[in-house]
């Protein structure tokens, strides 16, 4: 069977994904697998490149560039070859394939290309449309813990009209409910993009300034002293949970930079927890992957107080694969390895498939 990776895109997070896609081809299991890898140029080129039947070499191989025949890096410096195609296809008939869809941020884990791999009848791995679309919205999976009962910290949300129209009433708003400092995010985002702590009215107003570049709608949080613990989950209708993980850190926030190029992020797995409160951040991780009708995979994030209070902070239906990541690192704590995993995901991704074939 063939895995069609797609990986690139034109989030904020290209190059994110690129590194997960490199960390998933070293997972694979080429006894059983052929990878088709497509990559999305960052202006929304889709190139084609050879089939790799063994692990690439580093994630600058898989960084292609349009060509009129498809190769791989042969020496160092050399840029690696793809032949530009229609997204359609991806889809040969008679070919039996599942798409893994490496892709973080808008356009990779927000529904709009797990909508594309439903009208061309692909199995692919992660959650379907409309469980992408509710994670990947902040405003939209806040509302949705409320009505599941998973505690989260106050926040106040609104969209771009309201910010031109009325800003000076929406800064008092959030200072009459929220207290300093607080944290200003993209509605649609992820990986730190996009994100601010501010602790004062001028920094809010900026803060506002700078979400607004990656999305129209805007969330500002109350900020709490807290640890952030995550918690990985896999799997269908019968999903299940990993260790709990901290993070454990030198600086109150860890932006974008500091995550994936300083890699700085220390995870400890399993989280130093009392029992009883490790219990209740799985126990929340699940009630958030079902109220979204997440399938596949999931990475929950939540704050923990010294006092042992627990809020969700965010669900991340395709959590990163790079070496930093925590999903696979809390599952390799678990006991389950990378290539089981992977191995996994593409069953569960064939299973919720033909689940849906059988409705039709």
């Not at 195609?85 to 941020?105: R, S």
């Not at 806040?142 to 998973?150: A, E, G």
């Not at 300093?180 to 509605?187: N, R």
Request: charged residues 20%; aromatic residues 8%.
């Amino acid at each position: 069977m063939k895995i069609t990776l797609l990986y690139g895109g034109q989030s904020a997070e290209h190059d994110i994904s690129i590194i997960s896609a490199h960390s998933i081809c070293q997972a694979i299991m080429y006894n059983y697998y052929q990878v088709q890898p497509i990559y999305i140029t960052k202006t929304g080129q889709w190139l084609k490149a050879p089939l790799l039947e063994g692990p690439s070499t580093s994630p600058e191989q898989l960084t292609l560039t349009a060509g009129d025949t498809a190769h791989w890096a042969s020496a160092p410096g050399e840029v690696s070859s793809g032949v530009v195609i229609n997204p359609g296809e991806i889809k040969v008939e008679g070919e039996e394939t599942i798409v893994f869809p490496v892709l973080h941020g808008p356009n990779g884990e927000d529904g709009t290309i797990q909508g594309f791999l439903e009208v061309l009848g692909l199995p692919y791995v992660g959650a379907g449309v409309t469980a992408s679309a509710n994670g990947m919205d902040k405003i939209i999976s806040k509302r949705l813990f409320d009505n599941s009962n998973i505690p989260q910290v106050p926040y106040e949300a609104f969209d771009k009209r309201e910010w031109r129209e009325s800003s000076e009433e929406l800064i008092q708003k959030c200072e009459g409910s929220l207290l300093y400092p607080l944290f200003v995010k993209p509605a649609n985002m992820g990986s730190s993009v996009g994100i601010s702590k501010v602790s004062d009215r001028q920094e809010l107003a900026e803060a506002i300034e700078v979400a607004l570049k990656y999305d129209r709608r805007i969330v500002v949080e109350q900020g709490i002293t807290a640890d952030e613990c995550e918690v990985a989950v896999l799997g269908n209708d019968d999903a299940h949970v990993s260790e709990v993980g901290k993070l454990l850190k030198e600086s109150e926030f860890y932006d974008y930079e500091e995550k994936y190029i300083n890699n700085q992020v220390i995870m400890q797995i399993p989280a130093d927890l009392p029992e009883a409160v490790a219990e209740k951040i799985q126990d929340y991780a699940l009630k958030a992957y079902r109220a979204i009708d997440g399938s596949g995979l999931s990475r929950v994030d939540f704050f923990v107080t010294s006092s042992y209070d627990v809020y969700i902070n965010e669900i991340n239906t395709m959590p990163g694969f790079t070496p930093y990541s925590m999903y696979p690192n809390l599952w390799k704590a678990t006991g389950l390895n990378t290539r089981d995993l992977i191995e996994e995901l593409l069953q569960l991704a064939l299973r919720r498939f033909n689940a849906k074939q059988e409705l039709n």
